[in-house]
């Protein structure tokens, strides 16, 4: 009996390894079916931004090349709202399969997990990333009256007159208000905090003197820089942007090291299958190497940012840990 056993083990293990590696195959099978058939339907693609903004116009800029490319429409669904936190919950929440996307932002995706005492979802743990799609540079600007015509210069006025000068900028939690946050502390200097709701009402007041500084997006202030009606002192990303090439950066014109840009990117639910991302990470990323669109995105002030699903997903966690010391020195906290 015992030699029998013996006999009929090897026979046993090799069809407990045969059916193992038949379990595996079809395993993967199963994952790769519905990459092989993706997409069989449209695909929505929440946008965590309201309509007629430079980062929904980004995206519809997009949408027909993808339409083409994927075989399948994709459907801009708008949920602005908690700074990014309402549209990007919905993603969250979808089924994993690639027809739900969203396009969120450095504010919903980095900071909010730091600024808001309660989120509705995690950050990292919720979401796959498949890339981003755009930076958008912020730039210092003041009105011909305050006196300075270098950062150098406006640092200096800034510390010879602590918490006299004002500075607009887009709201609070925006990555506008975190770039202001980061600059005060790099410069050394207290100013007055002014939050508006968007960068267009702040560039305004600034023109018209209501405060005397304002940190905003290229947009909102491009064309009162080259009429003279507001002084650019540093644009606020690592190199200057083509727009503004006589404007250096922040970093150039007196504080080493600082590099703040406003980006945004899609990114799934978490469980997506790799291979779906991938399609979804080639034809965003060959959308944005189009020569039409990127013309088209850098009149808005926006900067082509192809990505691998990998480069963005270290980006994602590198800016996380960059904005929580940013946000913790700085005090902000929101409702």
């Known amino acids: 009996m015992t030699a029998s056993i013996a006999r009929t083990a090897p026979s046993l293990r090799r069809q407990l390894l045969l059916a193992t590696a038949f379990t ?20 929505r693609m929440v946008v965590t931004f309201p309509p007629g903004g430079s980062a929904d116009a980004v995206v519809r800029m997009l949408v027909p090349r993808l339409n083409e490319k994927l075989g399948q429409q994709v459907v801009v669904d708008n949920r602005p709202g908690a700074g990014g936190n309402v549209g990007l919950t919905l993603v969250a929440k979808a089924p994993a399969d690639g027809y739900t996307l969203g396009l ?3 504010g919903a995706l980095t900071a909010n997990v730091n600024l808001y005492p309660q989120m509705p979802f995690d950050p990292v743990k919720d979401f796959k990333p498949v890339g ?7 730039v210092i600007v003041g009105h011909p009256s305050i006196g300075a015509r270098t950062l150098r210069e406006l640092i200096a006025l800034a510390k010879a007159k602590p918490g006299t000068l004002s500075m607009g900028h887009g709201g609070n939690g925006t990555a506008m208000h975190l770039s202001t946050a980061l600059f005060a502390q790099m410069a050394d200097v207290k100013l007055i905090e002014v939050p508006y709701r968007g960068s267009g009402p702040a560039a305004l007041d600034a023109i018209a003197g209501q405060v005397q500084l304002a940190l905003v997006d290229l947009p909102a202030s491009l064309q009162q820089i080259r009429a003279g009606k507001l002084i650019a002192f540093g644009v606020t990303s690592a190199q200057r942007v083509p727009m503004l090439p006589d404007v250096p950066t922040v970093a150039e014109a007196g504080l080493p090291g600082y590099d703040s840009t406003g980006w945004f990117g899609v990114v799934a639910p978490a469980g997506t299958p790799a291979p779906i991302v991938a399609r979804l990470n080639a034809e965003i990323n060959a959308a944005l190497g189009d020569e039409q ?10 900067e082509p940012a192809p990505t691998s699903t990998e480069a963005f997903e270290a980006y994602i966690r590198s800016e996380t840990k ?4 940013v946000i913790q020195v700085a ?3 929101l409702d």
């Open 24 to 43: 595996l195959l079809a395993g993967t099978a199963l994952a790769q079916a519905p990459a092989a058939d993706f997409p069989s339907h449209p695909i």
């Open 104 to 106: 969120g932002a450095a």
């Open 132 to 138: 981003m799609v755009a930076a958008t540079p912020f």
């Open 293 to 302: 669109i990127k013309a088209s995105m850098r009149n808005l002030g926006a």
């Open 322 to 325: 960059k904005w929580a010391k």
């Open 331 to 333: 005090n902000i906290k």
